[in-house]
């Protein structure tokens, strides 16, 4: 870790070798956050940074009685969900099934079960989130989008969202989901976004607009709505994982009992982790609004999920509660190319067979946008943990065995 002292009217503490690791778009997000007038103590940006809206993904600030609706992010509650099990994680390729081997067959159960991508739900999904919650008033448009939320539920979509499973070193197998509020969080994040631009230049306050950062004091009505809206999104983000890690383990155990003869098993480790969120805590003695985008808490001995590109590794981790990051750290490995680079560098052959040469069986309905997460569109996991040791300690570290993408 390296700091910044002057960069800006607070200081920017960064996990990695050197400033030449950061791009320079995501460095001048980082200034504009460290030059926020309600900014508490640093800056934060951890290994995987890269550009986001507003603020780096990979990024954590601490703001006093303040909260910026694009510091969360459009993907309010994106998380991954994690779960190991007592089977060996080679039966998937070794026991073979009248249409190839037992992992073929749970992509092909998987890929019917939870729709992905654009695609919903055909019947609308129980959901005691969005039943139990009571809207503040004033934003009808978003009142709307609760009906539709419940034909999200239980679904996947596209981009970086995935579901895995996995080996770990010991050859046992582990289930990883990685998914959001879908497009609820989305609407959330632009509606209060843009009724902070409004009443950031009604009342002249000091954050230029091309920051992308408008904000809302959190002792205003606008500020306690956005709040409540948005502890909404992050519990149905949750269920949204929660519904479709069931739904994965209903699929493999069902393979296993018909093709494997396995009828009992047993889980441990079962993980459910935010990595876009803002939280009010105590640090350093004050409450502050601690924003974690593409960031994941790691208080002392608390369980925390780093997950790699599809081919790649994963970790499980535990955190080491350094106060220095806010008691946080990164939430994957970090793009180091946009999704339109990617595509033009690497053909869909090229990451398909990369995919099969390291056996990995890929679920995905649309190849031709496939190599937008080729592993060599992120950072190397290993270096990304590396860089971070003072803030967490591997637990587990997990490989790719078979991967469903939107």
Known sequence: MFVMPDAGKKPIKVWLRDKSEIEASCMEQAINLANLPFAFRHVVLLPDCHTGYGMPIGGVLAAKAAIIPNAVGNDIGCGVAFARM???????????????????????????????????????????????FQPPTGMPNLEKEINRAYYQLGTLGSGNHFIELQTDDDGRLGIMVHSGSRNLGFQICRSFNKLARTLNTKRSQPVPPEWQLAYLPTDTSEGQAYIQWMNMALEFARENRHLMMERVKEILFDNLAKHAGIDNVKLDLEINAHHNYAALETHFGEEVWVHRKGAIRARKDEYGIIPGAMGSFSYIVKGKGNPESFYSCSHGAGRVMSRKEATRQFTVERVVNDLRSQNVVLGKRKRSDVAEESRWAYKDIDEVVENQLDLIEPVLRLKTVVVVKG
């Not at 998937?92 to 037992?102: F, P, R």
Request: charged share 20%.
């Open 86 to 132: 007592d089977v060996p994680a080679d039966l998937l390729h070794e026991i073979k099934v009248s249409n190839g081997t037992l992992a073929q067959s749970i992509v092909g159960d998987l890929m019917r079960s939870i729709p992905t991508g654009f695609n919903h739900q055909k019947e609308p999904q129980k959901s005691a989130v969005l039943e139990a």
